[in-house]
T-cell receptor, first 113, second 111 residues
Framework: DARVTQTPRHKVTEMGQEVTMRCQPI?????VFWYRQTMMQGLELLAY????????DSGMPKDRFSAEMPDATLATLKIQPSEPRDSAVYFC???????????FGPGTRLTVL | GENVEQHPSTLSVQEGDSAVIKCTYS??????FPWYKQELGKRPQLIID?????GEKKDQRIAVTLNKTAKHFSLHITETQPEDSAVYFC??????????FGAGTRLFVKA
């Protein structure tokens, strides 16, 4: 049963520190999404990639967030410098053009003190 | 811009009763509508989906209906059980592989 994986599952850091979150999409999926989930905002789309190329990152604060796909098996989301308001659960999801369905990873719970 | 509205935000039902969650979307080009269930501390998981060329789809106790003219779709859960308690998200695929999610409905099923 193929699944999206994310690391780390939990991260506690201090304000100003760099945070890197990683995602391994399901093998063969060519689209990757990053979402942020908070109690107040629900599921907020930050960025998405198709065939490793960024298609839309308009939901991402560009001054501190960056998303990349160095290869087809790895997507990264970086926050530098982190702030307390970045505390949330960050989900990665992957999908295939043939199905339109997105499959979510387990999430990274980020706490910025 | 594209928008998906979901109602109600919270729903409490007695075990065995039915639950209905409704969503409306703004982009008439949307053609794929998945529903996700998220249990506390877990990932959202797809439970059912429907495409724009279909009006209704069922899977055991779960059904989804779509009214393209009115641009709304609904999730129906019959014979609810305590394990159905979760947050449910509707979504609309707006093209270019961008999916817009509703704000979620927190369902409580009381035993």
């Amino acid at each position: 049963d193929a699944r999206v994986t994310q690391t780390p599952r939990h991260k506690v850091t201090e304000m100003g520190q760099e945070v890197t979150m990683r995602c391994q999409p399901i093998l063969g999926h060519n689209t990757v999404f990053w979402y942020r989930q908070t109690m107040m905002q629900g599921l907020e789309l930050l960025a998405y990639f198709r065939n490793r190329a960024p298609l839309d990152d308009s939901g991402m604060p560009k001054d501190r967030f960056s998303a990349e796909m160095p290869d087809a098996t790895l997507a990264t989301l970086k926050i530098q410098p982190s702030e307390p308001r970045d505390s949330a659960v960050y989900f990665c999801a992957s999908g295939s053009q043939t199905t339109d369905t997105q499959y979510f990873g387990p999430g990274t719970r980020l706490t910025v003190l | 811009g594209e928008n998906v509205e979901q109602h109600p935000s919270t729903l409490s039902v007695q075990e065995g009763d039915s639950a209905v969650i409704k969503c409306t979307y703004s982009d008439s080009a949307s053609n794929y509508f998945p529903w996700y269930k998220q249990e506390l501390g877990k990932r959202p998981q797809l439970i059912i989906d429907i495409r724009s060329n279909v009006g209704e789809k069922k899977d055991q106790r779960i059904a989804v209906t779509l009214n393209k003219t009115a641009k709304h779709f609904s999730l129906h859960i019959t014979e609810t059980q305590p394990e159905d308690s979760a947050v449910y998200f509707c979504a609309a695929y707006t093209g270019g592989f961008k999916t817009i999610f509703g704000a979620g409905t927190r369902l409580f099923v009381k035993a």
